[in-house]
């Protein structure tokens, strides 16, 4: 590692980065956001993220170890966000809602991040690497709690189960392969909540 990597101590007694790491970083974030969003989606290499950040593919690797390390870091921001609503937004999605409601707004909220990063989902989460970012465990937990909340029978199981849907490359086959809009996806899925959980009040 050179010490250009290496971080140092602000003021504020925390590690900040060097004004050239902290430059190779934007590069090489601006040069991977753009490769996610060019087609096909999941083509992205390392080795091209490397040659359009300007960057050796040393300084690449010593940051990002993988294409799914790129596109986490990408996600990170628009997925805290989504969880902030989770937590402390207004209801349906947040707080305050009966457990049918807050699972469908969760649906509807999740194909609005599919629909706008499917490329950068499709980066960091597939096949067992789906399951390994902390979003997953958040996303579980979430679902868990409505089930509980709920009075659902034996929920452990059901939480993957009404998870698999929001699955990237489910839902980009099911957009892009069969062609369903995005409306007829959550109506889908707001159908699948009702029949775990019960119907939603109008």
């Known amino acids: ?3 250009a990597d290496l971080p140092v101590l602000g003021q504020s007694g925390t590690f900040a980065e060097r004004a050239d790491a902290a430059r190779n ?5 601006a ?3 753009e490769l996610f969003a060019a087609p096909p989606a999941g083509g992205v290499t390392m080795e091209a993220v490397a040659r359009a950040a300007g960057v050796g593919r040393a300084t690449l690797y010593r940051r990002y170890p993988d294409v799914a390390s ?3 870091a990408l996600l990170d921001e628009h ?5 902030e609503h989770i937590l402390r937004g207004d209801p349906p999605l947040g707080p305050g809602a009966p457990p049918a409601e807050r699972l469908v707004a969760f649906y509807a909220a999740m194909v609005g991040l599919l629909e706008e990063h499917a490329p950068l989902l499709l980066g960091a989460e597939v ?14 937990s979430h679902v868990r709690v409505l089930l509980v909340a709920a009075g659902t029978e034996d929920p ?22 069969h062609g369903y809009p995005a409306e007829r996806i959550i109506a889908a899925l707001t159908r699948l909540a ?9």
């Open 79 to 83: 997925e805290r966000r989504l969880q």
């Open 31 to 33: 040069a991977a956001a």
């Open 127 to 140: 096949g067992r690497s789906r399951f390994a970012p902390g979003s997953y465990r958040f996303w579980s």
């Open 194 to 202: 009702e029949g775990v959980l019960g119907p939603v009040t109008p």
């Open 156 to 177: 452990e199981p059901l939480v993957d189960v009404l998870l698999a849907p929001l699955a990237p490359e489910v839902y980009l086959h099911q957009r892009y392969e």
């Open 70 to 72: 790129l596109a986490l």
């Open 25 to 29: 970083r934007r590069r090489i974030l």
């Open 1 to 3: 590692m050179s010490t």
